[in-house]
């Protein structure tokens, strides 16, 4: 009798008291997966826009023009030394561009030409082809052609000049930034809001069983005997209900993958990826709104009283 | 054991005081019955004596403690150290008897062989042996009195405090209920009994009873 | 009025049937002390009265109907002319208790002028004029028996069921609950007292006793 | 005693049973106002991505290329004609265009030679502006140019050709109606999850209260008796946290109403619209599952019983 507390382990009593009241865990769960698979599916909606955008990044590659007597030989020879350079990882990182293309000047007019599209006949005004031979560089994912390396193709021989992105696409880097900070805006606000959802659940479930944390206040527990087994319950209800969300937002994403076309040549199969980052964060969300929630919760429930 | 010096209660709802200038001195040992009418005070003022309540004005003191002074993680040391029997049960519905038995030793540590062992004595001592794995809230009246009764007596506390323990019992029932009382008396225990049934009174050789009317206290039978 | 034929009941996690083969008449206008042990039935058999249990054989008739073949929507009905004094009250603890005892008739539909005036005076028959706007859960444990026995008479049922009702009440309000209780079958009214104290049953003249031991029904005092 | 029930109005007693547990209502009404909140913050995302779909499409627009011998005058008088007849409402509907303009052949040119940006070099080899007088028609937001508006403008003597949207926009139009599918899907889900939040909240009052309940069955309430002031009380949560969470909105869409570029011309102060709508939708949804929520919950835990 005089041992020291904490014997009867706080685990099992949590899985006690939760096996007591079945319909209180399911309205829990359930609230608790709602909340989660909402922010588990904006979530993954902004990690798959984030990739996006740094493919869309990408297609601001650079242009090589070559010099009017660079030839074709001149042209792939330079693509090929490019290639070895950049696409292979450096002992800095790794690769700088994901390709390095050689585009004759016949290949870049027949291009421009479908570009026009029903503009193409304004082409046919041209005596000769205006375009220059030239190297193309498709940048990897998230790098962006630094000076330095303009600089460096720029003093090459056989080139006349370098291309970088065309303005549009940085206007499309800084419209994507900021949406970005609207995104961790929303998102912040959405995780607050979560919070918010499990520690009520919490407090709820408190409540609902004040009478039994009334009782054992009166037989003499001590706060921290009374407190483990709700953060525990908490902790557990919402591992369960970030599981089931995890598992929610993965098959919403299987569904939407149906063959779909994106502009600029982004692919909807492609977008809809569902990270490992997802469930990991939607976890440990759950284990700390529900520990969070549960001290909260338990603190307040433990010491307004005054009547019995 | 206790000393209570001019205590006085009143709620911030009610238009009398439901206690004023309460002296009380019990002495550790003692059993005393508390008796006086429906609303007098019984009750307040034995949920005094373990801080469920606190006194408007005066002093509470239990085994030496000044309640008035109590940190709130002395609390529940001296809650463990008083039995109390409610007026209401005050059982876990959702538990068993069993269950609703252990706790008064749960909290305070108790586990294993030790622990299943005195809670089934504890049982069977107030006739509930066959319904110890019975939920609580499936009891009758009776049956949910004798738990609160038995959840009071497992820790073999010094004082004891019950409120109407055999408001809910039928004469035999009742006896028996006194007489365990009266042991853990005679083992040693302060005991303080609320009652409205006279025929109580009788029950138990040289207990002191006090009457509470209109906020005052009367000795009736030192 | 009540007709009990054959009446068992047993609980599906007690190994004990609760009640067996129990028969039981009581003509409209009766008196009957039903008596027994802690956990004899008496409860349960009440609460067949009002359909708040059903049997697990044997059929319950009251005033002409068979409860077993009750539609849903006739349940209100038959409670509303049950007044029930339950053995745990059964308030609501966040009402006051005007509102407590108001409750049994609007929700058949009283209200106004009438109902304010029957609530006073049934709240001041049980001696509770000065508390009605307390609310239920800060009242003592005698004063909380007698909301819940003014809730059972404010509506003048024709059937009264009182279960256990003077076991937190002092002598003298015991006295006066039960004169209530003869008064309304003096009016004529169906009163069935469920209770342990042999103290009552000399209280009301001509009245009759039912003792429950053991799953079965004694007659006592015919 | 034997008058009417429903007297002692539903509505007062559903105040008073509000009243009696007013920690309840915090909890009930924050754990709406945030799913609400974030129903109401997707449905203002996609109508205003709608918006901005439909004025992209607006630059789907449609040019009407001049014959060689049609001259600046021609033109203009073309352009005149067709603003009156496009860019007013007609007895058939709305407006077809928003815009018809003229645009002469040096106009053309120098737009080109922007749109080239650093290929701007390319023109330098022309001899002569191969470009035509044309005029240029922005449809109508949600407009597209039908077959016989192309062909009643072919049949026009001094047209020589109409070039309709470039083929990426048709590729962009099919991408935003499946992402359209895909945000109706999340939509729904969305709505499915707040419905059983809000039914989740009323049955937890009622499991609250549910002792409350027993009672009230005990003394012969019909179940309407009951039932009535918990689909009042969780209507009149959902209408507080319907406009606490618009409010809430709201205030997002002015924080994020920053000044900011997005791509293709589109400002995120206009993309940022607060539609009556929106607010309209939430309290019509936080209404109906209010109800079902009130209907349901009731319902449930009247019928269980067994054990008092
Ligand atoms: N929490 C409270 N708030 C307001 N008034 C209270 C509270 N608790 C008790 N009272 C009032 O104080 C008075 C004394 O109550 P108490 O429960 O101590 O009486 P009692 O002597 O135990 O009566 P009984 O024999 O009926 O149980 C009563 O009138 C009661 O209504
Ligand atoms: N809902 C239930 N589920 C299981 N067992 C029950 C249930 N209700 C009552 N019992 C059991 O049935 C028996 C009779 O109970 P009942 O409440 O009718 O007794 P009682 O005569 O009223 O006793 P008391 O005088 O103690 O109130 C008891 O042993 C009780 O444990
Ligand atoms: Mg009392
Ligand atoms: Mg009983």
Redesign the interface.
Known sequence: MSRPARRHGPLSRALVQMREDPWLQGVAITTLTVALAIVGAYFTLCLNLRQAGSELRTGGALMVVMADGAGIDEGRQLAAELTASLTNPGPHGPAEAAEVRFVDRQEALDRFRKQLGPHAGLLEGLEDNPLPNAVEIFMAPGKSPGPEMIARLKALPEVAEVVTSRPWLSGLEDASRSLGEAAWALGTLLFLGVVLLVSNTVRLAIYVRRDQLEILDLVGAKPSYVRWPFVLEAVIQACLASALASALVWGLMQILKTPGQLPLGLDLGVLLDFPWTVPAALLGLAVTAGVLGGLLGVGRALRPKGVS | MILLTKVGKR?H???QPTLSEVDLRVPAGQFLFL?????AG???LL?ML?A?ESPTNGSVRVGGADLGRLKP?Q??????KVG?I???F???G??SVFENVA?????????GPDLVSRVEEVVAQVGLN??AQ??A???????Q??VAIA?ALV?RPPLLLA??PT???????ALEVMRLLVQAHAQGATVLVAT?D?KLLGLVRGARVVRLAEGHLHEERP
Chains 1, 4 share one sequence.
């Open positions: 709620y709802d009610r238009p008796t006086g009418p429906s609303g019984k009750t307040t949920r373990f469920a993680s609390l529940p040391l001296l809650r463990r109390v409610f007026q209401d005050k059982l876990v959702a538990k706790l008064a030793l749960r909290v305070a540590g108790g586990r066959g319904a019975a939920r809230d499936t009891l009758s009246g009776g049956e009195q004798r959840r820790g409120d109407e408001g809910n019992l039928d004469p035999g029932t409205h006279p």
